[in-house]
Nanobody, 122 residues
Framework: QVQVVESGGGLVQPGGSLRLSCAAS????????MGWYRQAPGKQRELVAT???????TYSESVKGRFTISRDNTKNTVYLQMNSLQPEDTAVYYC????????????????WGQGTQVTVSS
């Protein structure tokens, strides 16, 4: 079993900052992809930022220059530093982790977390 758990959401005023964390644990051999997605009420889930095991990152245009994704490969943990938050960033933020299980035979995993609420409001 592989578990993915997000933390760090909350309520913040416009212009403020939050740091989200996401840890993958369990029967993991390697994690080659981790990403953050978000879903606002009435909207589809959208990509926010991704990072692979080599450190290559991608960002949606709406968060470029404001959000930074990073990871600690030794802990299978990914972070999302969110600065200059705006009301339109309000959403449930989900973490996705993909990699290989430490089982025999080795198989892939693709696991989502339960999500963490981020609310930007004055």
């Amino acid at each position: 079993q592989v578990q993915v758990v997000e933390s760090g959401g909350g309520l913040v005023q416009p212009g403020g900052s939050l740091r989200l964390s996401c840890a993958a644990s369990g029967s993991i051999f390697s994690t080659y992809f981790m990403g953050w997605y978000r879903q606002a009420p009435g909207k589809q889930r959208e990509l926010v930022a991704t990072i692979n095991s080599g450190g290559t990152t991608t960002y949606s245009e709406s968060v470029k220059g404001r959000f930074t994704i990073s990871r600690d490969n030794t802990k299978n943990t990914v972070y999302l530093q969110m600065n200059s938050l705006q009301p339109e960033d309000t959403a449930v933020y989900y973490c996705n982790a993909q990699g290989l299980r430490s089982t025999a035979p080795i198989t892939r995993y693709d696991q989502w977390g339960q999500g963490t609420q981020v609310t930007v409001s004055s």
